[in-house]
């Protein structure tokens, strides 16, 4: 039931509407901008936290690839997430046109195979562009390539081997999560007669953007909602045995750190010489290093000071009896 005003309520609205402090309008358009539309007949499945994570394994991704086209066409690609977003499949099937290409990858997880295919799409221009780069090129600007092209034989072959590599990545984007396995399939070329997901499943659409000599292109990956669902639960319930199995790594690595051998320099000191009087030395010389005996040395480890101690002998053997640790040294005198 709305709520009755009283009059001298009403007097102080007229009022206030009057001299110009309240409007009306802009308080309704305030009120509507509070608000943010929710669409309950589809609810999200990914909540921020995990969109951010995808956001994390994406622009490591991104690295990736980079690199290993950079290495691949000899130039200096550039790839950066533009957005990573929870939709629907049909969002992502209606963009397409019939000229488009898709490449299909299976997801190994947990020892099989993912029914749901990853797909990846590549602009064609872009495509385009580095394929004339593995062919020896310059990278011609796909700008003025019509909607409707279509590849030939030859061009599909060169796709295909190059969204192998792109594919081949992926694997490494997962691995400080959870392992899974990313393989090519096959290639689509007609990708808006194929029925690959339901059109209201969900999914994640991870646009990146590629820039190279001053041209830009876009690449797209389309993962199935229940494969990630799958894929972040297993993560959740993993979480807490992967800090155990740190922590046993690290006791594997402290025992193996305590069998190694370190060599140790004991420093007696140093001085300069000139080159002339090095060259006249003979045996029986001695060079006179500005210490005393009683002056303590260096124990050297790894070419740092770790210990100061005296030279002496033990069971006939020349030794040094340890003193002092550097580091405590240096903080009694701080």
């Known amino acids: 039931m709305a709520d009755v005003l009283s009059q001298a309520q009403i007097d102080a609205l007229l009022n206030a509407v009057r001299s110009g402090d309240k409007d009306l309008e802009n308080t309704e358009q305030e009120q509507e901008k509070k608000y943010q539309k929710y669409d309950f007949t589809s609810p999200r499945k990914f909540n921020r936290d995990r969109i951010k994570m995808l956001n994390g394994i994406f622009d490591s991704y991104a690295r990736l690839v980079g690199s290993r086209l950079n290495a691949r066409l000899r130039s200096n690609y550039e790839i950066t997430v533009e957005s990573v977003e929870e939709q629907r499949y049909y969002e992502f099937s209606n963009a397409l046109s019939e000229g488009d290409v898709l490449a299909l990858a299976s997801v190994h997880f947990k020892e099989k195979e993912e029914e749901e295919p990853v797909m990846f799409y590549l602009a064609t221009g872009a495509a385009l562009s580095m394929m004339d780069r593995m062919m020896g090129g310059e990278g011609a600007d796909g700008g003025d390539i019509p909607s409707d092209y279509t590849y030939t034989s030859l061009e599909l072959r060169l796709y295909e081997d190059l969204v192998q590599d ?14 899974i396995h990313f393989e090519y399939s096959r290639t689509d070329v007609n ?13 994640i659409i991870v646009d990146l953007k590629l820039e190279v000599n001053h041209q830009s292109g876009r690449m797209s990956v389309c993962l199935p909602g229940e494969m990630l669902l799958r894929v972040f639960g297993e993560i959740s319930r993993e979480s807490p045995m992967r800090k155990v199995a740190a922590e046993d790594k690290s006791e594997e690595i402290f025992e193996s750190l305590r069998d190694s051998s370190l060599q140790i320099v004991a420093e007696l000191g140093s001085t300069q010489l000139s080159l002339s009087d090095i060259y006249h030395l003979n045996v029986g010389d001695v060079i006179d290093m500005g210490y005393s005996k009683e002056s303590p040395i260096y124990l050297d480890i790894g070419g ?24 405590q040294l240096e903080q009694r005198s701080e």
Not at 191 to 203: A, F, I, K, N
Request: overall charge negative.
């Open 166 to 179: 792109i594919v081949a990545m992926m694997d490494a984007s997962w691995e400080n999560y959870i392992p």
């Open 191 to 203: 990708p808006t007669l194929s029925q690959l997901l339901g059109l209201d499943e969900t999914v």
């Open 304 to 327: 740092y000071h770790w210990f100061t101690g005296r030279m002496g002998t033990h069971k006939k053997n020349m030794a040094v009896k340890i003193d002092e640790v550097c580091y």
